[in-house]
């Protein structure tokens, strides 16, 4: 069991596919093939159900993919290591939600590549729970979530206080507590987001149910859809004066243990030498 032959076995599992994995390796099909036959052999078990020409992973190559990710992030951390010296450089994989992404992040990713050229930055945006569930998995180096975040296995420090504003159409009367919005639709980012959770605790502790929640993949559209009087949200206050919202939106502000929040850098704990990861959290 090779490095190389890991690669294979990570991206088909990734792909559902010996072709699509075959073209992502830059290999031909054949050789991502006998190299998977060979893992399996040497292993004595089935990693994947062949179904056409589908690759379902079994229940043994799940657990393989856990140990692969690891294993290749070591690998590449002890490349790093020899290779550089210390000096940041490589791929840094950086997570972060996407109101972060947006208003926060620009000037910060601007001036690090400046100051670091060689390191090759990749951004993914998404919820705070599945993002830290990606920094769990070595899928991530480093992502910026919303606390709290008790995990033992991540290493953590606050970098940024955001306040959360409710957000209704611009003709809505003032709000003071979660009555005066009952019964109107929810405009959230998909679970696990925690500023969804903050909404819903909100309306819980005035016993309010929530009439339904519709789930969105961007801001943008939440802010539009909020314009349009489909529902309410909540939205850092922020991300609202970063751009020009008035007479599209009315802003309401929300009780200090509700509003305030704050983003935390998160990192794996026992990744110990990530010079490109140590630069980032400099940055900040």
């Given at each position: 069991m090779?490095l190389?032959?890991?690669?294979?076995?990570?991206?088909?599992?990734?792909?559902?596919?010996v072709?699509?994995?075959?073209?992502r390796?830059?290999?031909v099909?054949?050789?991502?093939?006998a190299?998977l036959?060979?893992?399996?052999?040497?292993?004595?078990?089935?990693?994947?159900?062949?179904?056409?020409?589908?690759m379902l992973?079994?229940s043994?190559?799940?657990?393989?993919?856990?140990?692969?990710d690891?294993?290749?992030?070591?690998?590449?951390?002890?490349?790093?290591a020899?290779?550089?010296?210390?000096?940041?450089?490589?791929?840094?994989?950086?997570?972060?939600?996407?109101?972060?992404?947006?208003a926060r992040l620009?000037?910060?990713?601007?001036?690090?590549?400046?100051a670091?050229p060689?390191?090759?930055?990749?951004?993914?945006?998404?919820?705070?729970d599945?993002?830290?569930q990606?920094v769990?998995n070595?899928?991530?180096?480093?992502?910026?979530?919303?606390?709290?975040?008790e995990?033992?296995?991540?290493?953590?420090?606050a970098?940024f206080?955001e306040?959360?504003?409710?957000?209704?159409?611009?003709?809505?009367?003032?709000?003071?507590?979660?009555?005066d919005?009952?019964?109107?639709?929810?405009?959230?980012?998909?679970?696990?987001?925690?500023?969804?959770?903050r909404?819903?605790?909100?309306?819980?502790?005035?016993?309010?149910?929530?009439?339904?929640?519709?789930e969105?993949?961007?801001?943008?559209?939440?802010?539009g859809?909020?314009?349009?009087?489909?529902?309410?949200a909540?939205?850092?206050?922020?991300i609202?004066q970063l751009?020009?919202?008035?007479?599209?939106?009315?802003?309401?502000?929300?009780?200090?243990?509700?509003?305030?929040?704050?983003t935390m850098?998160?990192?794996?704990?026992d990744?110990?030498?990530h010079?490109a990861?140590?630069?980032?959290?400099?940055a900040?």
């Open positions: 090779d190389s032959a890991l690669r294979i076995f990570k991206a088909v599992a990734e792909e559902g596919s072709t699509q994995a075959a073209a390796l830059h290999r099909q054949s050789n991502v093939s190299r036959g060979q893992l399996e052999e040497g292993l004595g078990v089935a990693l994947f159900h062949r179904s056409g020409r589908r992973i079994t043994e190559g799940e657990r393989l993919l856990s140990y692969a690891r294993l290749l992030q070591l690998a590449e951390e002890a490349q790093a020899v290779a550089n010296a210390g000096t940041p450089s490589g791929l840094l994989r950086i997570g972060a939600m996407e109101t972060t992404a947006a620009p000037k910060v990713l601007a001036a690090f590549h400046s670091y060689d390191v090759d930055l990749q951004l993914e945006t998404a919820p705070t599945p993002l830290v990606s769990l070595y899928k991530l180096d480093v992502a910026l979530v919303a606390a709290p975040i995990r033992d296995e991540l290493a953590q420090h970098v206080d306040e959360l504003v409710l957000l209704t159409d611009p003709t809505h009367a003032p709000v003071a507590s979660p009555h919005v009952a019964r109107r639709v929810i405009l959230a980012f998909r679970s696990g987001c925690v500023y969804r959770r909404l819903e605790a909100w309306f819980a502790e005035s016993s309010v149910p929530l009439a339904r929640v519709s969105f993949g961007t801001f943008e559209a939440i802010i859809c909020v314009a349009a009087g489909m529902g309410v909540v939205m850092p206050k922020e609202m751009r020009d919202y008035r007479g599209t939106v009315a802003m309401h502000p929300l009780p200090e243990h509700i509003a305030r929040v704050q850098l998160v990192w794996r704990s990744v110990v030498h010079p990861r140590a630069a980032f959290a400099a900040f």
